[in-house]
C-alpha cells in the first residue's frame, strides 16, 4: 500500500515570494492534516480536514496560509507572500477517520527554506 | 488545554546501552491517547506505540518497552540494547481532542555511537 506522498520535498524561496505543496493522501483515509515543524521542536497542526472540510485551522495563520482539499482526496497548502519564520518542515498525515483511536500515517514532509 | 513536555533535549549513549525518554503530559480529558514516535534524519515520522488512558498495563514489544502512570501523568519509553539505528529525534505525542489532534512534545534527540 502507498503511504502519504507530498511534493516537492525541498523548496528555497525568498521572502514575500508565494510557495504551495502538495500532498496526496493513503487511498481511503477520509482524513486530511498540516502541520508545520519548525527546527528544534515538536510538529504543531496548522489545519484538519475530514473529507473536503475543515474541522480544525485554529493555529493557521490565515492571513498568509491558505489550503484546501476539493475532492476530498489530494491537498495544497499555500503560503503567499512567506516570511523568514515560515522556514519549517510541512507534514502531511492521513488516517482512516479523524478521532482518538486512529492512527496518523505521515508523510516525508517538504523543507521549506525561505531567505 | 493539552500540553506534552519532554524535559530531554539530547540524549548520547553507547551501543547496546538502553535509554529511558520521559514524557509528562497533562489534560483535562479522562479519555485520551498518547504516542511515542520516531524521526530519523531522513524526516518521516514513523509510529511506535500508542497507549489508550484506560490501559495502564505496561508493555514490552521487542527492544521497545513503555512505562505509564496515570498518577503522575508520565508516559516514559525506553529502548533496550540500543543500535546506531535508534539515532533519531523521538517525540511524545497526546491525543485527546475528539477530532483527532495530535499535541506533540519538543522531541529528545537519542544519539547512539558504536
Known amino acids: 500500500e502507498a503511504g502519504v506522498a507530498q511534493s516537492p520535498r525541498y523548496k528555497i524561496i525568498e521572502k514575500r515570494q508565494s510557495v504551495a505543496f502538495w500532498c496526496n493522501p493513503i487511498?481511503?483515509?477520509?482524513?486530511l492534516y498540516w502541520y508545520q515543524q519548525i527546527l528544534g521542536q515538536g510538529p504543531k497542526l496548522l489545519i484538519q480536514?475530514?473529507?473536503?472540510?475543515?474541522?480544525?485551522d485554529s493555529q493557521l495563520p490565515k492571513d498568509r496560509f491558505s489550503a484546501e482539499r476539493l475532492k476530498g482526496v489530494d491537498s495544497t497548502l499555500k503560503i503567499q507572500p512567506a516570511k523568514l519564520e515560515d522556514s519549517a518542515v510541512y507534514l502531511c498525515?492521513?488516517?482512516?477517520?479523524?478521532?482518538?483511536?486512529?492512527?496518523?500515517?505521515f508523510g516525508p514532509g517538504t523543507r521549506l527554506t525561505v531567505l | 488545554a493539552q500540553k506534552v513536555t519532554q524535559a530531554q533535549t539530547e540524549i548520547s549513549v553507547v551501543e547496546k546501552e538502553d535509554v529511558t525518554l520521559d514524557c509528562v503530559y497533562e489534560?483535562?480529558?479522562?479519555?485520551?491517547?498518547l504516542f511515542w514516535y520516531k524521526q530519523p534524519p531522513s524526516g518521516e515520522l514513523v509510529f511506535l506505540i500508542r497507549?489508550?488512558?484506560?490501559?495502564?498495563q505496561n508493555e514490552i514489544s521487542g527492544r521497545y518497552s513503555w512505562n505509564f502512570q496515570k498518577s503522575t501523568s508520565s508516559f516514559n519509553f525506553t529502548i533496550t540494547a540500543s543500535q546506531v539505528v535508534d539515532s533519531a529525534v523521538y517525540f511524545c505525542?497526546?491525543?485527546?481532542?475528539?477530532?483527532?489532534?495530535?499535541?506533540f512534545g519538543a522531541g529528545t534527540q537519542v544519539v547512539v555511537t558504536p
Open positions: 498525515a492521513s488516517s482512516l477517520e479523524a478521532g482518538l483511536r486512529n492512527e496518523q500515517f
Open positions: 487511498s481511503g483515509h477520509a482524513t
Open positions: 480536514f475530514q473529507n473536503n472540510g475543515v474541522v480544525d
Open positions: 489534560t483535562r480529558d479522562t479519555t485520551y491517547y
Open positions: 497507549r489508550n488512558s484506560f490501559d495502564e
Open positions: 505525542a497526546l491525543r485527546s481532542d475528539s477530532w483527532g489532534k495530535l499535541q
